[in-house]
């Protein structure tokens, strides 16, 4: 799911963003800006609506949160640029036809926008002490 999310990335970076010299670096930072959120939101999740912990939450510093992503970061930079791994990925998807690539953008596109709504749901339920089922 990961090189299909890279490779619709990319697509988007290259064709639509018109971003030709260096779409696949611009390409992983936004894996990785979807991964932190995502991760983010699980966190926050399980703290404040399962667990009840907005102490956890509040005392979250912005250097574990920089470490976190830098850790994210290098994850991503080593396992997408090792060995090329980045061109065998453009390369296998860009002879797939049209009707499975839909259906790659579709479902990359519901999982961004989920993501995004999904966090800024969060952050309002947690700015106004919303549990979502009790």
């Known amino acids: 799911m990961l090189d299909i999310f890279f490779y619709v990335n990319y697509n988007i970076t290259f064709k639509l963003f018109k971003n030709k010299e260096y779409p696949v670096f611009s390409t992983v930072i936004v894996v990785v800006l979807y991964q932190v959120f995502s991760l983010l939101f ?6 404040f ?3 009840n912990r907005r102490d956890f939450i509040l005392e979250r510093t912005k250097l574990s949160g920089f470490i976190v992503i830098t850790i994210i970061l290098m994850l991503n930079y080593f396992y997408f640029y090792k060995k090329g791994r980045y061109k ?3 390369n296998k998807y860009k002879k797939l036809n049209r009707r499975k690539m839909n259906l790659y953008y579709t479902i990359s596109i519901i999982f ?3 993501v995004i709504v999904l966090n800024i749901y969060s952050l309002y339920s947690f700015k106004n002490n919303i549990h979502w089922w009790f």
Do not use: H, T, W
């Open 112 to 114: 961004m926008l989920l």
């Open 49 to 51: 609506q399962i667990l």
């Open 88 to 90: 065998k990925i453009i």
């Open 42 to 47: 699980v966190l926050d999740f399980i703290m």
